[in-house]
């Protein structure tokens, strides 16, 4: 299906709706297969790579994603990570963040890309591409904007400063922008093919439609522009974002994502209806339906999802790791 997805990412017309995703899609019993355990799939170039092609290889989804956590640009930021190497299935997260106040992400987060597992990252995408590059699309996944400034200053003083001082909370999100953007660009020269950004924190689901119009949206499509600034090659972009955000989606419209992810909460035709000139790719609820269900499950939100016109089904967020590998070849007809 390779192909395929990519005349679809690229706006082409294709034949069939392909289902894969740009999220997280790793399992347990894919790192049993490789003699893998997850605490050790995060810093590790080689074992990352393994990790996020074991999917594919054991199951065909044809996709893999990169990194396999969203906290990658808040540590290049100098926020301190936890990992979790005594727990079996926890993804690493801010212990510490960088800043308390906007204000102070200042122009040196514009800088290049090079603190916290910038090049392990790299190295691991170029594995996969070279493992299996030819049969499956690889994600960049980077966070959102919103997302990473969560990640990086105090989350109590962001809700505070966007009421109190919603200019310098703008501001810190253009600088992020730029910042995210030359990851963007790392992942596309390291063999990605098209970009993922995980906007979960500032998905107007969460936020609300009018703080989302007036600060997160400027800032996706600062971002969605200068990641295609200076790219000789096409760069897809899909923009996730969790919750029910039906009120929303002809604001996500105009994020300048090719395509828009949405979960289950979401009524599809509704925003199907919405998009007019933006993909829409969703929404099989990656807990009740592909972890919690049985196969039938999957096959008919599988079916729901094609019959409300989405143009590729993909799980509405991150796969939980125990989901059996039966479901997800019900979900990509394997």
């Known amino acids: 299906m390779r192909d395929e997805i990519l005349k679809l990412l690229n706006g082409e017309k294709i034949s069939s709706t392909p289902a894969f995703s740009g999220l997280i899609h790793i399992t347990a019993e894919g790192l049993a297969g490789e003699g893998l355990s997850f605490n050790e799939i995060h810093t590790d170039a080689q ?49 510490k963040v960088k800043f308390e106040s906007t204000k102070e992400i200042s122009e040196i987060v514009n800088g290049e890309w090079e603190g916290g597992r910038a090049k392990l990252i790299c190295d691991a995408m170029q594995l996969v591409k070279q493992d299996a590059g030819n049969d499956l699309v690889i994600s960049g996944m980077l966070p959102g904007p919103f997302t990473l400034l969560l990640y990086v200053c105090r989350p109590k003083n962001v809700f505070i400063e966007i009421k109190k001082d919603p200019n310098s909370v703008l501001q810190a999100l253009f600088h992020l922008s730029s910042f995210l953007s030359k990851i963007g660009h790392a992942y596309l020269n390291a063999g990605a093919d098209f970009i993922t950004i995980h906007e979960m924190g500032g998905s107007p689901g969460f936020i609300g439609p009018k703080p989302f119009e007036s600060h997160i949206l400027p800032a996706l499509q600062k971002l969605t522009l200068q990641l295609r600034s200076g790219q000789a090659l096409p760069c897809p972009i899909v923009l996730s974002v969790c919750g029910k955000t039906d009120s929303a989606m002809s604001l996500l419209a105009q994020s300048g994502a090719d395509a828009v992810s949405v979960d289950q909460l979401n009524d599809l035709q509704a925003s199907r209806a919405a998009l007019k000139d933006v993909m829409l790719f969703g929404n099989i609820d990656p807990v009740g339906t592909l972890y919690q269900g049985d196969e039938g499950s999957v096959a008919e939100a599988v079916q729901r999802s094609k019959e409300a016109g989405v143009d590729a089904v993909w799980p509405g967020c991150d796969l939980v790791p125990q989901t059996s590998i039966q479901n997800i070849q019900m979900m990509t007809g394997g």
């Open 47 to 95: 074992k990352m790579a393994r990790a996020a092609a074991s999917t594919f290889k054991l199951t065909g989804m044809p996709s893999a994603t990169l990194p396999l956590d969203l906290c990658a640009p808040a540590e290049a930021l100098g926020a301190e990570l936890r990992y979790y190497p005594d727990d079996e299935f926890r993804f690493p997260q801010v212990g």
